[in-house]
C-alpha cells in the first residue's frame, strides 16, 4: 500500500468514526463521480432482469457493498456477507442501508473459523491456496502481492445456516476470489437464481462447481464477462454447453455464471 494509499484509508475511518463518512460519499457522488453514476445505472439496468421488489437477496463477499447498493436500489432485501472489518464499515455507511443487513462472517462448507489473505496492493482477498498462487503468478493480476502480513482468522458460516436464518433467497451473488467451491459444499437447495464468479487462470475449478449436486441437472445457465451489460450467450442454455463454450472462448477477463433453476 502507498503513502498515499494510506492517507486515504486513515481519512477513510476517521470520517467513519465520526459519522461524516455517508454524508461525505454522497456529496462526492452527486458533485463528483460521473462515471460511478454510469457504472451503477448499468448495473441497476443489468439486474433489474432478475431482482424484482421485495426479493431476498444474499451478496456473499459483499466487499464494500456496491452490489449490495444496487440490489437494494431495485428493492431487494440485501444480506450483505462480508469477513473484513474494513470493508464491512463502508457498507455500513451505503445508500439503501435500510434495505442491506450486515452480517461479518466468510461463507464455506462448514461452520467454523480459518484464515482469509489480503492480497497488499489489490482489491483482493481470498480464502483459496490456489486462487492465491494462480493469482500472484498472473500477468492479467501483477500487483497482486499476497503478504503473511495480510492474513487474518475470520469466522465462516454456510449458506444453509443463512437460508434457515433469513429464508432461501431469491437470488444469491457469489464473489469469493476462488473459494467458489466450499461455498457451495456448503448449499444443499438450490435457490430460483444465482451467480458465481469465475477467473480464466481456474477454469477447471469453475466447471467443478457447476458439477456440485446442488444444481438441478435441468439448470439453466449463461454467463458475462467483466461488469455485466448484457449476457454473452443469446439463450440461457445447459450447464455442460455454458462451460464449453466458456473454454472455447477463452475470456482474458473474469466473469460471473449465472445458474437458474428450470422455468417449467
Same mark, same amino acid.
Given at each position: 500500500?502507498?503513502?498515499?494509499?494510506?492517507?486515504?484509508?486513515?481519512?477513510?475511518?476517521?470520517?467513519?468514526?465520526?459519522?461524516?463518512?455517508?454524508?461525505?460519499?454522497?456529496?462526492?457522488?452527486?458533485?463528483?463521480?460521473?462515471?460511478?453514476?454510469?457504472?451503477?445505472?448499468? *448495473? &441497476?439496468?443489468?439486474?433489474?432482469?432478475?431482482?424484482?421488489?421485495?426479493? *431476498?437477496?444474499?451478496?456473499?463477499?459483499?466487499?464494500?457493498?456496491?452490489?449490495?447498493?444496487?440490489?437494494?436500489?431495485?428493492?431487494?432485501?440485501?444480506?450483505?456477507?462480508?469477513?473484513?472489518?474494513?470493508?464491512?464499515?463502508?457498507?455500513?455507511?451505503?445508500?439503501?442501508?435500510?434495505? /442491506?443487513?450486515?452480517?461479518?462472517?466468510?461463507?464455506?462448507?462448514?461452520?467454523?473459523?480459518?484464515?482469509?489473505?489480503?492480497?497488499?496492493?489489490?482489491?483482493?482477498?481470498?480464502?483459496?491456496?490456489?486462487?492465491? !498462487?494462480?493469482?500472484?503468478?498472473?500477468?492479467?493480476?501483477?500487483?497482486?502481492?499476497?503478504?503473511?502480513?495480510?492474513?487474518?482468522?475470520?469466522?465462516?458460516?454456510?449458506?444453509?445456516?443463512? &437460508?434457515?436464518?433469513?429464508?432461501?433467497?431469491?437470488? /444469491?451473488?457469489?464473489?469469493?476470489?476462488?473459494?467458489?467451491?466450499?461455498?457451495?459444499?456448503?448449499?444443499?437447495?438450490?435457490?430460483? !437464481?444465482?451467480?458465481?464468479?469465475?477467473?480464466?487462470?481456474?477454469?477447471?475449478?469453475?466447471?467443478? !462447481? *457447476?458439477?456440485?449436486?446442488?444444481?438441478?441437472?435441468?439448470?439453466? &445457465?449463461?454467463?458475462?464477462?467483466?461488469?455485466?451489460?448484457?449476457?454473452?450467450?443469446?439463450?440461457?442454455?445447459?450447464?455442460? *454447453?455454458?462451460?464449453?463454450?466458456?473454454?472455447?472462448?477463452?475470456?482474458?477477463?473474469?466473469?460471473?455464471?449465472?445458474?437458474?433453476?428450470?422455468?417449467?
Amino acid at each position: 500500500m502507498s503513502n498515499m494509499d494510506r492517507v486515504v484509508e486513515i481519512g477513510r475511518r476517521v470520517a467513519s468514526e465520526t459519522g461524516l463518512l455517508r454524508p461525505a460519499r454522497l456529496l462526492y457522488r452527486t458533485i463528483f463521480d460521473h462515471d460511478g453514476r454510469k457504472r451503477r445505472q448499468s *448495473l &441497476c439496468h443489468f439486474y433489474g432482469q432478475i431482482i424484482r421488489r421485495g426479493d *431476498l437477496v444474499f451478496d456473499v463477499g459483499a466487499n464494500v457493498g456496491v452490489y449490495s447498493e444496487v440490489f437494494a436500489s431495485l428493492g431487494a432485501n440485501v444480506i450483505a456477507i462480508e469477513p473484513l472489518p474494513d470493508n464491512v464499515r463502508r457498507i455500513r455507511n451505503a445508500r439503501y442501508r435500510n434495505k /442491506i443487513k450486515i452480517v461479518q462472517t466468510a461463507v464455506g462448507a462448514r461452520v467454523g473459523t480459518d484464515k482469509i489473505r489480503v492480497a497488499t496492493s489489490h482489491t483482493m482477498a481470498s480464502m483459496s491456496p490456489e486462487w492465491v !498462487c494462480a493469482s500472484a503468478d498472473s500477468p492479467r493480476l501483477r500487483g497482486a502481492e499476497w503478504g503473511w502480513l495480510g492474513e487474518m482468522e475470520v469466522s465462516i458460516t454456510t449458506l444453509d445456516s443463512l &437460508c434457515q436464518t433469513y429464508g432461501l433467497p431469491d437470488f /444469491i451473488k457469489i464473489d469469493v476470489e476462488g473459494y467458489e467451491e466450499s461455498v457451495f459444499d456448503g448449499l444443499s437447495i438450490q435457490p430460483k !437464481c444465482l451467480s458465481f464468479e469465475f477467473n480464466p487462470e481456474i477454469l477447471h475449478a469453475t466447471q467443478r !462447481c *457447476l458439477e456440485k449436486p446442488v444444481f438441478n441437472s435441468s439448470s439453466e &445457465c449463461n454467463y458475462i464477462v467483466g461488469e455485466p451489460s448484457t449476457f454473452v450467450l443469446d439463450r440461457w442454455t445447459t450447464k455442460e *454447453l455454458t462451460m464449453q463454450h466458456i473454454l472455447d472462448s477463452r475470456p482474458s477477463s473474469w466473469g460471473d455464471i449465472f445458474v437458474r433453476r428450470p422455468l417449467s
